[in-house]
């Protein structure tokens, strides 16, 4: 079977881990006609949009994109693009596995996490102003629906349960953030007595952070608000040796845009310093979302043997020994060959 998908580049790192992951998947086997579309910074040296209506058009045909990081200006400039993209296709679930690779130096042995965020509503609606022309204070308003909560919190359920996973923890602050939160939560309690062969439990979002670093085996299946999950993928990517190794999916409906965990990297960009390990994993998700399951596990297990054997692989992974990301890729596409 033949498929189309897009393909955006991105900046900084972009082009670099995902040419290695474009070939990677080629080698595996699995044969993907890539449409090339810009977004980000490249975008607007090129058409002046950062996120031009072809690149839209293209997602919305071929329904499936592998996206390299995106730079977005801080404080001031375009909106961010990943935001933007996420709200054009309705993409609610944003889905971070964090697993631990032998070979990388971790706190922990064996953490394999999923943590299912909601990726729409709360404060990264972007409904926020200065509330003089003064600039003297500012407000961002952050919206959460019953609506919002059941589709992040049923996917993750059922996702648990087609996983094989055995526990479900709900993230919130509703001690505080009674209304936002609450009503997160309350819908969490709901929706948890429709799954009884799931274990169910709530954190508060501060105690959640230290415990999870304090023993994040008590773990399995996270879910939680955008704001709070943004936060807490990160850290668990940092349990799992750092964003180097950490994929994400952003899923709709109709559509899924599959990217890594860390941003356009712009202080390695252009230097063959980067990890392309996260984007390839992405390719995993990517490849098993369309059924391609066999050439999903092939290439999960030449990047795991690769890392394990530690003779490939990134600064970021081990800064005294290390070779480049055209390195590291060959080294996965060579174990693919055997
Ligand atoms: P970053 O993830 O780009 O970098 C953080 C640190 O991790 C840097 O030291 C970087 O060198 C290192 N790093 C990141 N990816 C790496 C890799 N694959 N291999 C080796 N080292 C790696 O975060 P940042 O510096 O806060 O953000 C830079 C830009 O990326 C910003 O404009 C931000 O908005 C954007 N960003 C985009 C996305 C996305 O497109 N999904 C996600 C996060 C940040």
Redesign the pocket.
Known sequence: MSYEFTLIQ????GPD?TDAAVKVIEHAGVKITWDMQPA?LSAIEKYKDPLPQETLDSIARTKIAL????????GKGFR???VALRKEFDLYANVRPAKTYPGIKTLYDHIDLIIFRENLEEFYSGIEHYIDSSRSAAETIGIVTRRGCERILRYAFDQAMKKGRKKVTAVHKANILKYTSGLFLDVAREIAKEYPDLEFNDKIIDNMAMQMVLNPYQFDVIVTTNLFGDILSDLASGLVG???MAP?ANLGPDVGIY??????????AGKN???????ILASVMLLEHIGEIEAAQRIERAVASVIAEGKYV???INPLNYVGTKELTNAILKKLDK
């Open positions: 991105g900046d900084g790192i881990i980000g996206k390299g990081p995106l730079t977005t200006p801080v961010s693009i990943n750092g964003l180097g994400g990217e890594a965990v860390h941003g356009s990297a712009p202080d390695i310093l980067a990890n392309p390990a996260a984007i990134t600064k970021d």
